[in-house]
């Protein structure tokens, strides 16, 4: 699997993003991908960088539909082809 | 225009990632779209987010295919409908 | 509280990074801030930039102590002066 | 030499960041380091972690004098061992 994660800042409309990161949230979880929600991002698993980058674009646009005219969006990609990769491998790996 | 940077670090084969950030440039520019190759990230125009992923991830495959079994990709995504965006433009406004 | 998430790469000695990981942390955390690892990036909470710039390059030499010779580090900084900011008020915003 | 680049989102006060980021790009000017500024991102050369984070501080706090309540400031560390890098070397080493 495909890890990543993404932190969307929603500009131009006041200090709080909570709104707009609970929408492209639910956008997110709608997708059916396993979603980690965060703190200062939200991780993603998929297989492919298509689906994954589809659902990061899907919860962009959401933002955009609640009337934000800037959004800076931040990925990370971690794409490992030599084991099989997750959230649940990784936390055992540095615990 | 959508402007996107993107920074590729090819894990586990030696210290260098010229070559292989070499390759993926030659992929982000074969896509048509204006790319701006720099020291920390390569900043890309484009007009759909469709059209700037589907490259990113053209340039990440590039590099798998040479043999990297781990690549991290980072990217950043300024998107703005308040104005016609573009690299030029964001150099005027801060100089 | 200011709120960060770091990500250290350790490039070129192999595909896992854990082991480094695992030493950056141990650092984090003994510098007394409250630290939260995740599976992309570990969460800091601090008082000051500077105490959070000092115990993050704590962690990069750490890792380059251990006989790595090039290190990535991405860092996001969460910056709030309108209101008392925290891991678990911002978990409860989305929640 | 260390090579930094970073990002700063003031967030709440409308779409445009370009005051905001002259300001800070002043003072990093004003600080005798390298600095290179992009589009997306500036580039700082260094020659300490210490001296990188003490400016990027001092830009972050610069526009937060400016009334912004919330910066987002996004920082990528290039921090290599095995030669003297440079933003010169590395644009040869890529073209």
Sequence with gaps: ???V????Y????GTSAAKYVKAAL??????GLKVY???????IEGNTL?????????????IISM???RVETIIKVDHRLDLE???ERKMKAIS
């Design 26 to 31: 639910t956008v997110l979880k709608a997708s």
């Design 67 to 69: 009337g934000i005219e």
């Design 85 to 87: 990769n997750s959230v």
């Design 5 to 8: 994660d993404v932190t969307y």
């Design 37 to 43: 929600p965060g703190s200062m991002a939200t991780v």
């Design 50 to 62: 298509d689906e994954i980058f589809n659902v990061i674009k899907q919860g962009e646009e959401t």
């Design 10 to 13: 929603p500009i131009g409309k």
């Design 1 to 3: 699997m495909i890890l």
